[in-house]
């Protein structure tokens, strides 16, 4: 195993980010009712719930393509059991408190996952299929598209939580970045 560099600290920050920052979404959603997170308000994926469950189906398609390093990362396994949602904006959860369970399940997963990447697992040119075809990219710029990826939809998922009353405080990574005065 090779050494932790920046790159795999950014990569455990990032994870650790996405967790904190869904466990505020979700909570201060979980305030709403059924018809607040169902209802459209425009955004791209519609509703609230449409919101957070298209980053989830992002999440579960990437770890699945990220499954597939040669790495093996056990870690995955239990997301390689999952059967692969077949569009962006398949629902995966009717109820809310469900959904909620799940992303914390898939949070800290990604938190494990994350911690046992090594350095040398960075630079690996990574094979997937998406809806436009074969790819080969590299591992390290995937990850940051998977964090990228979140952070996008989640600003939106918080305009949402706005535009129903809710503050949902404190959204940047600035505060998990270490100062170091």
Request: proline share 5%.
């Amino acid at each position: 195993m090779s050494r932790c560099t920046h790159r795999c600290t950014h990569i455990r920050m990032m994870a650790e980010y996405n967790q904190w920052m869904n466990a505020r979404v979700y909570a201060a959603a979980a305030g709403l009712p059924p018809d607040e997170l169902r209802r459209d308000r425009g955004a791209f994926f519609g509703s609230l719930m449409g919101t957070l469950n298209h980053i989830m189906v992002g999440d579960t398609l990437w770890l699945q393509r990220h499954a597939q390093h040669p790495a093996g990362f056990p870690l995955l396994d239990p997301i390689r059991a999952i059967t692969p949602p077949t569009s962006l904006t398949q629902p995966l959860f009717d109820d809310f408190a469900a959904m909620q369970a799940h992303r914390q399940w898939l949070d800290q997963l990604i938190v494990d996952w994350a911690a046992s990447i090594t350095e040398s697992d960075l630079d690996h040119l990574l094979d997937y299929r998406n809806s436009r075809g074969e790819n080969r990219r590299q591992f390290f710029a995937l990850l940051m598209h998977f964090f990228n990826h979140q952070t996008h939809h989640r600003g939106q998922a918080t305009t949402l939580l706005s535009q129903a009353g809710v503050d949902v405080g404190e959204t940047d990574l600035l505060v998990c970045i270490p100062n170091h005065i």
